[in-house]
């Protein structure tokens, strides 16, 4: 058969024995898997491929994304797994397949699990009678279950679009502690499209702005808001947690955070970031490179290029991003200001506001593949900026930037997620 799906090893039993909350992230998990299952059965004319992005509904109107929005967020994801020569992979939550069909062409053996079973279904029957992918297996399975695969070797642990359904940032440490076991030294786990701590209350307050009709009141709006973040049923996660994954895992060695790729401005170019982290590797070569300080010097793009020209690699810290300048001064506006007044007149303020500076975080990424270099653009300290940092090619033969985790931890009380 092109594609072997084990069926019957899923189980459905406790998710986090070590936690008072066990009971409730079961009904968490349940309700995500019923969800998903319904989502999943509804068929349309143009999702029955290996481009089936059903499901995929912007926050602010509720239609679908547009194709194109969607291909340009899974043509980023592709080409970052891509970049790291995976031959064995491991999906955890593969859906319908977005990523699985573009990857496991390139690969000898591909497993995807996923607690759908309508997901897996649609991936068997689209790949029988299509791709025939004979190296892939598919697996019903919830996200911690990892019995079976230890010998397999992975080199190549995916979790894309995923981690916000987990609930609670616990399970994602079960879950890593568990893809780190099956993982081969070298191997790096893919985190895709996880939904940033930091910007939440920008998101919601973004979203509510949107859906608001022009008489209703700041008061009215405000507590909206809040409600929203109250009730926020997904998991939103610190990037700073990754960066001091090391404190938890001892053999991870090298974090990359992203920004997302895109052109266009949406909910997941804007609030979102993907992450690479690597096991038991050995960084060969030097990121110490000349610093710039995008606000202070009052940078411009021609200078940063004619800096290029004269230096091995670059790092430009705080460069204002394009994206969130208006979110993150509409938060600004909302935390300022008076209860009286209306939405109406909120989004004319918001309308007015003028980007200061504010760079696209693609303006950098064209400029690297124009002076064939690598780039790596991530957080900044504060969430309304990002740093970039450009290096050769020619690094090792290595395609990426990779640094290694600071090891702070969080003061207690300063969480790296919230509670969904």
């Known amino acids: 058969t092109p594609c072997a799906y084990v069926v019957g090893q899923s189980q459905e039993g406790e998710l986090l024995t070590t936690s008072e909350n066990g009971q409730l992230f079961d009904e968490q998990i ?76 390139h690969c000898q053996c591909y497993w995807g699990t996923d607690i759908s079973s309508v997901a897996l279904d649609h991936i068997q029957r689209i790949n029988q009678e299509g791709p025939k992918l004979e190296q892939v297996r598919l697996l019903h399975s919830t996200a911690d279950k990892f019995e079976g695969l230890e010998s397999e070797g992975f080199d190549t642990i995916i979790l894309n679009s995923v981690v916000q359904y987990f609930p609670h940032i616990d399970y994602l440490l079960r879950v890593l502690e568990g893809a780190i076991k099956v993982l081969t030294p070298g191997g790096c786990i893919f985190l895709g499209d996880v939904r940033n701590l930091q910007l939440m209350e920008a998101f919601h307050a973004d979203v509510e702005l949107y859906k608001a009709n022009p008489e209703d009141s700041i008061k009215d709006f405000k507590q909206r808001v809040q409600r929203k973040i109250e009730q926020e049923n997904e998991l939103f996660i610190d990037p700073d947690f990754f960066r001091a994954i090391q404190s938890y895992f001892p053999q991870i060695t090298e974090v990359e955070i992203h920004l997302e790729r895109g052109q266009h401005h949406n909910e997941l170019t804007q609030f979102r970031y993907n992450v690479v982290l690597r096991s038991a590797t050995i960084l060969d070569f030097s990121t110490d490179f000349p610093e710039l300080n995008w606000t202070e010097q009052q940078l411009t793009l021609s200078e940063v290029r004619n800096q290029l020209g004269t230096s091995e690699g670059l790092r430009v810290i705080g460069v204002p991003n394009s994206r969130l300048f208006r979110p993150l001064k509409s938060v600004e506006l909302f935390r300022n200001s008076q209860d009286f007044g209306t939405t109406e007149e909120f989004q004319a303020i918001k309308s007015e506001i003028i980007p200061e500076n504010a760079v696209e975080p693609e303006d950098f990424s064209a400029l690297a593949e124009d002076l064939s270099l690598s780039v790596w653009v991530t957080w900044s300290d504060t969430p309304d900026r990002y740093d970039v940092i450009f290096a050769p090619l020619e690094n090792s033969q290595r395609n990426y930037i990779a640094f290694t985790p600071t090891h702070t931890v969080k003061p207690e009380g300063q969480l790296y997620a919230n509670h969904p």
Do not use: H
């Open 30 to 105: 349940g309700q995500w898997q019923s969800l998903y299952n319904q989502i999943y059965s509804q068929t349309s004319a143009d999702s029955q491929g290996i481009f089936n992005i059903v499901g995929w509904n912007s926050s602010y109107t509720g239609e679908p994304i547009p194709a194109a929005q969607m291909r340009e967020w899974l043509d980023d994801k592709v080409k970052v797994i891509l970049a790291q020569k995976p031959k064995k992979v491991l999906e955890i939550g593969c859906g319908t397949g977005l990523i699985l069909f573009q990857v496991a062409p």
